[in-house]
């Protein structure tokens, strides 16, 4: 495990700057914003803040506060954040981001749990925190194979326990990360104490059960609905991702218009997404796609998980061609369920998986909850995992 620096190159920031100031703007239809796509007016604005007034350096120092690292896990180079604890018997948690994001995602919260007293909470409900990349984001290296979705939760654990020596911890994780989280309490279920979600992996809309409840039924049908009107980026994603990766890897301004249109989309911002993201915390996040070449990897996930083999699907816990799943996990299971969220999964649907023991209904916040809601995020992990310290 050695310690790890974020520095971007110098020449990756002149060819960004020129690539910014040679881009081909594209054709919006009067009349049009946001409901084709990222609006060309904001867009234009971005990049031009991009140019004039951003400055990767001032984030890149804010980011290196951090204790940041990068150790092989079975032959892939993960980068993470290892922030130790201020309090009497800090608590080890591992957090795992989603797409489109990274390790960004926890920058605000980590704080927040590492030293809650400087926060107005209990010192005893310190966390040592770990957060690291997926493999193909951000920092950490890229995978070697398309299934290597199905094998995160095992490099986890590996990293908890035989990296960083701790036998016992907590997993929290939302998008990707829930996903991540629940591999983590099925195979690990020996380190795994709790887990904290904020939604119920995606994957389980594949074991629509025989007997739905009607809160369920109305839960399949806005998915549906979702799906239809949103869900074409994870299909492109799922199926040809290559064709788009070059274009999104070639062109900053093509990436910026990919990412920022989700940030809108799926936070509690009300159609204005600055009112939860300000640009320079938009760019960040887009800057570690560019600088470090990863939105073609970041697909991985999405291509690795539709075309899985059924072989696979079998040694995840699904028999019958995905149609009958194994039963919940017995790992104590949390669920902070923020209203602007992609997903609104009823309690009994989330029990059919998992060992719920707790259920939080959040007043505000969306999909990047720990961005858009700190405080109350953190609050809800100290409380869920206050029994099992």
């Known amino acids: 495990m050695s310690p790890f620096k974020i520095d971007v190159a110098p020449d990756v920031l002149i060819d960004l700057n020129h690539r910014l100031t040679n881009t081909r703007w ?49 032959d892939i180079g993960i980068h993470f954040i290892h922030q ?127 007997d739905p409840s009607e809160a369920e039924k109305k839960f399949f049908r806005r998915n549906e609905e979702w799906m239809q009107k949103e869900g074409a ?6 199926t040809k991702p290559q064709s788009l990766a070059q274009g999104l890897n070639d062109s900053p301004t093509g990436l910026a218009a990919w990412i920022v249109e989700k940030y809108r989309a799926w936070s509690d911002c009300g159609g204005a997404v600055e009112s939860r993201f300000t640009k320079d915390e938009l760019l960040t996040q ?18 690795g998980y539709a075309n899985a083999s059924a072989l696979t699907w079998i040694k995840e816990g699904a028999i019958d061609e995905i149609k009958k799943w194994t039963g919940p996990a017995q790992v104590p299971a949390a669920f902070a369920l923020f209203p602007a969220d992609i997903s609104h999964p009823p309690r009994e649907w989330a029990e059919r998986f998992f060992n719920v023991q707790r259920w939080t209904r959040m007043p505000r916040g969306g999909h990047f909850a720990a961005m858009e809601e700190p405080e109350l995020l953190a609050a809800d992990l100290r409380a869920c995992f206050r029994p099992y310290r």
């Open 26 to 74: 594209s054709y919006q239809v009067e009349g049009t914003a946001w409901e084709v796509g990222t609006d060309l007016n904001y867009l234009r604005q971005l990049v031009t803040y991009w140019q004039d007034q951003y400055d990767w350096r001032t984030h890149e120092a804010a980011l290196n506060r951090f204790a940041h690292f990068k150790t092989p896990v079975d």
């Open 84 to 210: 130790r604890g201020h309090g009497p018997d800090p608590f080890p948690l591992i957090l795992t981001h989603g797409y489109p994001d990274s390790f960004l995602r926890f920058a605000k919260i980590i704080p927040m749990l590492t030293d809650p007293a400087r926060f107005g909470a209990d010192p005893e409900d310190s966390f040592d925190v770990v957060v690291p990349d997926l493999p193909g984001y951000g920092f950490s290296d890229r995978p070697p194979t398309s299934d290597t979705v199905f094998h995160i939760g095992d490099l986890w654990a590996q990293l908890m326990t035989d990296v960083l020596g701790y036998q016992k911890f907590g997993a929290h994780g939302g998008d990707w990360g829930s996903t991540v989280t629940e591999q983590l309490a099925h195979h690990h279920a020996r380190s795994v104490v709790a887990i904290h979600l904020t939604d119920v992996p995606f994957g389980h809309l594949f074991q629509k059960p025989d």
């Open 233 to 238: 980026y994870a299909l492109i994603q799922s």
């Open 286 to 303: 887009i800057m570690i796609y560019w600088a470090t070449q990863t939105i073609g990897s970041s697909f991985l996930t999405y291509y």
